[in-house]
């Protein structure tokens, strides 16, 4: 079945960036997602990306897509305290509307 | 618009009685999706709804949970009877095409 795999914790200090990966191993994948997820929150879509880009940048976040390698990142630029969240990488396959697959986050701790 | 809103954000129960969980979704979107989070097993689709019809069931975890979507404003998750195991966050979200929105979720807690 699909499966979607990203690291489980990412420190980094302000104002240095923050390159979170994410594989997946649907290969009929169509959109790739970015959710973020502050303490007691829901999800919130920061970004996604269609399959047949391989780059896409909003603002101080920039998302790569390796088609070939099945892997995907999300680069947050001078990150701040106020990044500190889990992020989520997820995916769905065929076409839009079906049910997201989530990774099990990452989660971005950011140091003054 | 509001979101994705559901009821209630917190809940607790004791063991053996049982709990509904509801949402709201946006206006206008086809599909409604129902997620469980707990930390070992992170984000897990329980089902998902187009059209207010139950298109994949298959994260439902037994019989004890239940969810309906009687129109396209409103869907139920129901867990009877309830046990401590079934404690966790549980998330609606909906989306008219490519991007899928949260509600802030459930909070429930079995004793």
């Known amino acids: 079945g699909e499966d979607v795999e990203q690291s489980l914790f990412l420190s980094v200090r302000e104002g240095d960036s923050s390159v979170i990966n994410c594989t997946y191993t649907d290969s009929s994948s169509t959109y790739l997602y970015w959710y973020k997820q502050e303490p007691g929150a829901g999800l919130q879509l920061l970004t996604y990306i269609f399959s047949n880009m391989d780059m896409k940048q909003d603002q101080r976040l920039t998302v790569l897509l390796n088609k070939k390698d099945k892997h995907l990142s999300l680069r947050i630029a001078d990150t701040q305290t106020g990044d500190s969240a889990i992020y989520f990488c997820a995916e769905t396959p065929n076409q839009a509307g079906t049910a997201l697959i989530f990774g099990k986050g990452t989660t971005l701790s950011v140091s003054s | 618009d509001a979101g994705v809103i559901q009821s209630p954000r917190h809940e607790v129960t004791e063991m053996g009685q049982e709990v509904t969980l509801r949402c709201k979704p946006i206006s206008g979107h086809n599909s409604l999706f129902w997620y469980r989070q707990t930390m070992m097993r992170g984000l897990e689709l329980l089902i998902y709804?187009?059209?207010?019809?139950?298109?994949?069931d298959s994260g439902m975890p037994e019989d004890r949970f239940s969810a309906k979507m009687p129109n396209a404003s409103f869907s139920t998750l129901k867990i009877q009877p309830s046990e401590p195991r079934d404690s966790a966050v549980y998330f609606c979200?909906?989306?008219?095409?490519?991007?899928?929105?949260f509600g802030q979720g459930t909070r429930l807690t079995v004793v």
């Open positions: 979200a909906s989306t008219g095409g490519t991007e899928a929105f």
């Open positions: 709804f187009n059209n207010n019809v139950p298109i994949d």
